[in-house]
């Protein structure tokens, strides 16, 4: 997830945050998410690259139907690349339903390799994405 702000969010009325900040109407506020999935009381060794990080989560909690990918409980160790609150994605379980399918198909009838070094270039809004030029190779197994 290259998100660098999540939960935009225009005021509408005059808020107060339960740390004091006020909000006027009319303000944009946004969530910055990034130090979140690199700081170690939400995912240990962050910056390790750990594939089943999330399965392994899900493996050891107590609850595993809390520990999805579609979660957008703000307050839990959840990815929330859907958002979060009221407004969260609501085509979040559809995406991920076809996501995975997609996954499960590539990775069972190719073997798929980077060509090149990936670099991330492409800015959309606030997201950081994988330039659309790298380019991967597939091979049908
Ligand atoms: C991988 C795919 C998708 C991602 C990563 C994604 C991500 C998001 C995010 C981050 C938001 C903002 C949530 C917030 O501010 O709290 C959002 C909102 C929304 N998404 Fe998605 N989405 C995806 C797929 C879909 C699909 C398939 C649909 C519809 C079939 C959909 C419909 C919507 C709608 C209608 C909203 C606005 C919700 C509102 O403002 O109340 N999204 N999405």
């Known amino acids: 997830m290259w998100c660098e702000v999540l939960l935009n969010r225009l005021v509408l009325k005059p808020t107060t945050l339960s740390d004091g900040t006020r909000l006027t109407p009319g303000t944009h506020i946004s969530a910055v998410y990034s130090p979140r999935e690199s700081d170690p009381r939400y995912y240990p060794s962050p910056l390790t690259f750990d594939p089943l990080r999330f399965h392994a989560i899900r493996t050891h909690s107590q609850d595993p139907s809390s520990t999805r990918f579609s979660s957008t409980d703000i307050d839990s160790n959840e990815y929330l690349g859907f958002g979060g609150g009221r407004h969260a994605c609501p085509g979040r379980f559809f995406a991920v339903a076809i996501i995975k399918a997609a996954v499960v198909q590539l990775l069972l009838k190719y073997d798929m390799q ?4 990936a670099e991330i270039t492409y800015r959309f809004e606030e997201q950081r994405l994988p ?11």
């Not at 330039?131 to 049908?140: A, E, I, L, N, Y």
């Open 114 to 117: 980077p060509k090149g070094e």
């Open 131 to 141: 330039s659309f030029r790298d380019q991967v190779v597939f091979r049908k197994l």
